[in-house]
């Protein structure tokens, strides 16, 4: 990921002000991950945001596991971005890097603002 993503990305106002990085977690999936896989779902024509909305539901799918089963959550989150690193570093399509340059931008911001707390 690099500095075009961290400008692109933003986080869900409920996210930033969430008072744990679990609970922040728990919003940005439900309220960015799977809303842009939903709204991305709905056009099934447009292959590049159907592999968009799927790699993001992946993602959302990662992450809900972390908040839900792991106690330490920000060592699972860190681990998370180092594989979503390794997707955009890997990634054989436009829509593949695309999500992964943006998610991971947006959790390294996440965690980030956390770590601080």
Same mark, same amino acid.
């Given at each position: 990921?690099?500095?075009?993503?961290?400008? +692109?990305?933003s986080?869900?106002?409920?996210?930033? /002000? /969430?008072?744990?990085?679990?609970?922040?977690?728990?919003?940005?999936?439900?309220?960015?991950?799977?809303?842009?896989?939903? /709204? @991305?779902?709905?056009?099934?024509?447009?292959?590049?945001?159907?592999e968009?909305?799927? @790699?993001?539901?992946?993602?959302?799918n990662? $992450?809900? $596991?972390?908040?839900?089963?792991?106690?330490?959550?920000?060592?699972?989150?860190?681990? &998370? &971005?180092?594989?979503?690193?390794?997707?955009?570093?890997?990634?054989?399509? #436009?829509?593949?890097?695309?999500?992964?340059?943006? @998610? #991971? /931008?947006?959790?390294?911001? $996440?965690? +980030?603002?956390?770590?601080?707390?």
């Amino acid at each position: 990921m690099n500095e075009f993503y961290y400008q +692109k990305g933003s986080l869900p106002r409920d996210a930033r /002000a /969430a008072p744990s990085l679990r609970d922040a977690l728990r919003v940005y999936v439900t309220k960015r991950l799977l809303h842009v896989a939903d /709204a @991305c779902r709905q056009n099934d024509h447009d292959v590049f945001r159907k592999e968009f909305g799927l @790699c993001h539901r992946r993602y959302a799918n990662m $992450l809900f $596991l972390a908040t839900e089963a792991t106690q330490d959550v920000e060592y699972m989150t860190k681990s &998370i &971005i180092t594989w979503i690193q390794e997707d955009f570093e890997n990634a054989m399509t #436009g829509a593949q890097k695309e999500a992964a340059g943006l @998610c #991971g /931008a947006e959790l390294r911001l $996440l965690v +980030k603002q956390y770590e601080n707390r």
